[in-house]
């Protein structure tokens, strides 16, 4: 397989080589629980700890004793959701916000001029950082009184992050290179919340269960590494973006639904007249992998609700296929996509 290929990085990375090599005595002769007070346990401990401190330090949070390490998003946006009974969510949310919040009876806020409009006062507002279908970026509304939640799971690592603006942060390891199945929630001033999973009172209470140490090791470099490596690979990003524009530029009828001020790592777009999951279909016999909307919600025969939320027909909703960038792309390998994707929506068009 050849990773400058991959272009589906907002699904999720590929572990770094270095977040291998760290993770992998914790998968042999360290095996101690991190809470055992034995030196293998101590040995765990000090791991987490180091890892505490570096997803910290990419958050932007004043105290490591702010993070607390869960499964990953899904889990650190749930325990948010369910602490709290009056909710206030943007209609672009990720599932892992939007079930939790519509089942417990959240307003919806409106798209039209980004308003916060509930009938009545909220205990918090949860509104993404970017968007994890078209990388736009999204503004807290002013919430005088709410504790303000945002899921920074396709930002963290990515854009320059600051968690102090928040109460609540939510982020999986998975989306900046670290391993699957770990993640992070921010509180500020390490302030406790209730728990979603009670058991043995690991992370101050707040998250029971023993620590994977393995995955937390494996944030913990993924995070220094990010830290590094922002800058580069953002400008990285920016640079493949423009080359897909410029590859794709001569297709008529191309519709790009991220908005032009955006993360330069996501690409949503439409192709009039084709649907997404042909091309998606046709890209992966040639070797080069794409998504048609949020890996999550795959499967599902629904449109897209955050493409809908936009006011998009379903027609474009669903030709929409999203392109998110990495660090193992090429100017080459982006340049052969729009190619490739370019003779796809011709052949699939004639077809039609
Ligand atoms: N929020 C956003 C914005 C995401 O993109 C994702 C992953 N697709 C999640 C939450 C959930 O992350 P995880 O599956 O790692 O729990």
């Known amino acids: 397989m050849d990773r400058s290929r991959y272009f589906d990085h907002a699904a999720t990375t590929p572990v770094d080589a270095f977040v291998r090599e760290a993770m992998m005595p914790f998968l042999g002769d360290d095996c101690g629980n991190a809470h055992s007070l034995h030196q293998w346990g101590l040995r765990a401990r000090e791991a987490v700890e180091g890892a505490r401190q570096a997803v910290a330090r990419l958050l932007g949070a004043e105290d490591p004793s702010e993070v607390v390490f869960t499964s990953g998003a899904t889990e650190s946006n749930n325990t948010v959701l369910a602490a709290f009974d009056s909710v206030a969510v943007s209609p672009f949310e990720h599932s892992s916000v939007r079930e939790p919040a519509l089942s417990r009876g959240a307003w919806i806020m409106s798209n039209e001029g980004w308003t916060l409009s509930p009938p009545s006062p909220v205990e918090l507002v949860s509104v993404m950082t ?166 999550c919600s795959s499967g599902s025969t629904e449109p897209s609700p955050v493409l809908t939320a936009l006011g998009l027909s379903e027609d474009l909703v669903r030709g929409a296929i999203r392109i998110s960038f990495g660090r193992e792309n090429t100017l080459e390998s982006v340049e052969s996509l729009a190619k490739n994707l370019a003779e796809a929506v011709l052949a699939l068009r004639t077809l039609g």
């Open 130 to 295: 970017v968007n994890n279908e078209t990388g736009a970026l999204l503004t807290m509304p002013e919430c005088p009184g709410a504790m303000r939640h945002t899921d920074a799971t396709q930002a963290v690592g990515k854009l320059a992050f600051d968690a102090t603006a928040y109460d609540f942060v939510s982020c999986s390891g998975h989306k900046f290179y670290g391993p699957k199945g770990v993640g992070a929630l921010f509180l500020r001033g390490a302030e406790p919340i209730e728990p979603l999973l009670r058991g043995g009172g690991q992370e101050h209470g707040v998250r029971a269960g023993t620590l994977n140490v393995p995955g937390i090791v494996g944030m913990g470099m993924a995070a220094e590494l990010a830290h590094e490596r922002r800058i580069h690979d953002f400008d990285h990003a920016v640079a493949l973006r423009g080359a897909l524009f410029a590859g794709i530029e001569p297709v008529p009828d191309c519709f790009v639904f991220s908005p032009e001020h955006a993360s330069p790592y996501i690409v949503s777009l439409a192709f009039a007249g084709v649907q997404g999951e042909s091309l998606v279909i046709e890209l992966d016999r040639l070797g080069f992998a794409i998504s048609s909307g949020a890996a």
